[in-house]
Each structure stands twice: as structure tokens, then as C-alpha cells.
């Protein structure tokens, strides 16, 4: 597509459930990243996938955070047992590689309620 | 430890009263600055990279400048339609970003 696509726009869910955030990456980009934006906070990096290589899960604040990139394209975000201050905006990004001419294109985000 | 700060927080602005959004950083090997713009429910926009110190790039009103150790945003005659949140990050292997300016322009 033209741009980064993630879905659903808005999710509200209960304390305890898991939820999944989908993005769907621009078409011939190899890396794709995921930030959280909290309110008034900047945006904090969870994980990057860069092609076939490992993915980086450092900034995944805990164990209930993954996220799986398949056929080197879409990629979903899993919240395992949401607690309320997983409340954010859950960004996702693509660029064509790693390099830092390469800028980076963000989707308009998923605004993830907790309540 | 790697990091960006932005200052001021927030600014007002009459239309046409010119500023300047300042991001300072402390990172080790930066290879790169970016500047983003992020209106309320969207993601954040492109609008430039800065690689070395002393390099300078426009964009209409706006005038990205880059020192060793901050980056300048600087507005010459701002539009209500300017007003946005300003963003800066560094590149290392991923995107560092600072907590952003939230610009109100008012007619």
C-alpha cells in the first residue's frame, strides 16, 4: 500500500485479557518497528525486525510484550494479560533498511484503552 | 546512557512571531537526527535528517540546524496551521526520540 496501515485504530479492553495490534508495513520495506507513546511521554522503541536477521526485543518492557513479523511483512503485537498501564498509542514504523538515510514512515497508531 | 532532551516543553506563538525548538542529545556514535512533526491522532511525519555538524536543511517556514552536541527547529513567521507537536531523534541502531514540543500558533 501507500503507506503504514495498523489495525484496529482504537482497542478498549478489560484488565487481564491479551490483545493484538496488526500493522501492515509498506511493501518492499525491511525493517519495521514498534513504539509505545504514552500520554505526554515521547515514544519509547520496543522491538525492530531487519529482514530475515533476529529481532532487536530490547526495549519490550516485559514478558507479556512480543511481536512476530511474518513472510517479511505484517507484523502483530501481542499484550498478554493487559494491565492498565499498557494504556498508550502502540506506533508502528517502516523503512526501506537500516541505514540512516533511510527514514522511517510511522502509521497512524493504535490507541490501546485498559480498563 | 544515550539520550535527547527537548526544551521548551510547550510554546505559544502569535502568527508570525518567529522561535526556535531546541533538542540537545548525549549519545556515542550518532549517525544521524531527524526531525519529525506529529499532529493529534497521527503518526509522526518526516521532515528532515541531519548527518554532521553544520549542516542546515529548510522546509518552508522551517530551518533545521545541527551542532555537536543540540539541533535547533527554528520557525520563521509561523501559521496556525504550524501548530503540532515537533519531535527530534537519533539514529543509532533505531530511533531515539526526545519527549517533543507541543506548538500552539494563534492567529
Known amino acids: 500500500g501507500a503507506g503504514v496501515s495498523q489495525s484496529p485504530s482504537n482497542k478498549v479492553t478489560e484488565k487481564g485479557k491479551d490483545v493484538e495490534l496488526r500493522c501492515d508495513p509498506i511493501s518492499g520495506h525491511t525493517a519495521l518497528y514498534w513504539y509505545r507513546q504514552s500520554l505526554g511521554q515521547g515514544l519509547e522503541f520496543l522491538i525492530y525486525?531487519?529482514?530475515?536477521?533476529?529481532?532487536?526485543k530490547s526495549g519490550l518492557p516485559s514478558d507479556r510484550f512480543s511481536a512476530e513479523r511474518t513472510g517479511g511483512s505484517v507484523s502483530t503485537l501481542t499484550i498478554q494479560r493487559t494491565q492498565q498501564e499498557d494504556s498508550a498509542v502502540y506506533l508502528c514504523?517502516?523503512?526501506?533498511?537500516?541505514?540512516?538515510?533511510?527514514?522511517?514512515?510511522f502509521g497512524s497508531g493504535t490507541r490501546l484503552t485498559v480498563v | 546512557e544515550d539520550q535527547v532532551t527537548q526544551s521548551p516543553e510547550a510554546l505559544r506563538l502569535q502568527e508570525g512571531e518567529s522561535s526556535s525548538l531546541n533538542c540537545s542529545y548525549t549519545v556515542s556514535g550518532l549517525r544521524g537526527l531527524f526531525w519529525y512533526r506529529q499532529d493529534p491522532g497521527k503518526g509522526p511525519e518526516f521532515l528532515f535528517t541531519?548527518?554532521?555538524a553544520g549542516e542546515e536543511k529548510e522546509k518552508e517556514r522551517l530551518k533545521a540546524t545541527l551542532t555537536k552536541k543540540e539541533s535547533f527547529l527554528h520557525i520563521t513567521a509561523p501559521k496556525p496551521e504550524d501548530s503540532a507537536t515537533y519531535l527530534c531523534?537519533?539514529?543509532?541502531?533505531?530511533?531515539?526520540f526526545g519527549t517533543g514540543t507541543r506548538l500552539q500558533v494563534f492567529p
Open positions: 525486525f531487519q529482514g530475515n536477521s533476529a529481532p532487536d
Open positions: 531523534a537519533v539514529q543509532l541502531d533505531k530511533l531515539i
Open positions: 541531519l548527518y554532521s
Open positions: 514504523a517502516s523503512s526501506l533498511g537500516q541505514a540512516v538515510n533511510y527514514g522511517y514512515t
